[in-house]
């Protein structure tokens, strides 16, 4: 008979955990609820007989935000009419396209039936439902405002696909001329060249030094493309390998915070996010402590996100948080000054949320300088290489009489 991890409240307010055997989760469900318990979590239990429930889809299955967002929305609507909470996940998984979504839901419908609570079944897919969401449908069971908050996790999802979409749009025009300018000088390299190396055979030494060398350098790229394709593999596979480990992100992401151009704006994006997110968790009841842990899951940068978490702990000591975030050069003083005064005048929520609108209008400006410096430049570096190349190839017919004389 399968066995399942169970974590439950009792009368007092006091939690237990443990194990149980039942045939199903339903089965284990009513046994903890006829003793008087209220169910936190109940799932199977890993390495007992598979049960003929549902089985819980594993929890590295990854969808699309967009599903989530329509989730959110959906339930939210639902919910507001009166649907009862399971019939409300069920109508949307009937209509969900995605399989794999659809799966996680269905999942999250019989851990509800069951008796487990909304927030509690979310938790079991970590990275569909993450812990911003969680933690905000939590504060809503108590108090009763499941529909509201709903609607505020989809806004909040809403305007980070926004950023992640803006900051990926500002950086597609630059890569995209990027590689266009990498397969021009590769094109030219290995096949407009060597027909001039034909021309000029023979009369190298009457060549100009541009010229001689572009030509070697075809030549070697053609001669020797096996080593060089090998090399590019090992390289790539290193970097790979190094972007994988705990050390190599670091360094990336310290890297683009000081990046020019683009560092600012990376930076901005980050800051925005994490403030987002602190607004959103604050204005919801959510603790701050707990609200800053989040705030630095989401931050999307090792840097930022070791700056929450030692606001964290000296919050813990009783610090305020306008003056430990003075410490921290990444930190705005603009922004430390708005804290300050939400603090005063404890209106730090919805300070916050202005905060969050200032910076994400300060991300704005920071795309539309950087996009519109970036533009100009690449075409102005792509322009010096191909002419660079077409000037050394030309060279030599300045001055073919020389290279006739020769």
Known sequence: MPKFEYQVRDARGGTATGTLSAADVGEASRLLRSEGHVIVDLHEHRGSAPSAAPAIVPGKV???????IFFANQLAVMVDTGVPLADAIDSITENSRDERFKAV??????????????????????????RLFVAMVKASEASGTLGTMLQRVSKHLEAQRAIRRRVKGAMAYPMAMLGFCVLVVVAMLLFV?????KIYEGKSAALPVPTRLLLGLSQGIIDHYLIILAVLVA?????????????GKVMWDRARLRLPVLGPMYRKACLSRSLRTLATMVATGVSMLESLEIAAEVSGNVEFDGIWRQLQDRLKEGASLSEEMRQFPLMPAPVCQMVSAGERTGKLGPVLDRVATFCEEDLDTAIRTATSFIEPAMIVIMGLIVGGIAMALLLPVFSLSKVVAS
Not at 106 to 127: D, H, I, M, N, T
Not at 235 to 244: E, P, R
């Open 235 to 247: 390289v790539g596979a290193g970097i790979y390998v190094l972007m994988t480990r705990p050390e």
């Open 62 to 68: 990854r969808v699309k935000h967009d599903e989530v």
């Open 105 to 130: 839901i269905g999942g999250v419908s019989e851990q509800v039936k069951s008796g487990v609570e909304f927030s509690a079944s979310l938790r079991q897919y970590p990275r569909v439902f993450d």
């Open 193 to 197: 060249l060597p027909r001039f190396a």
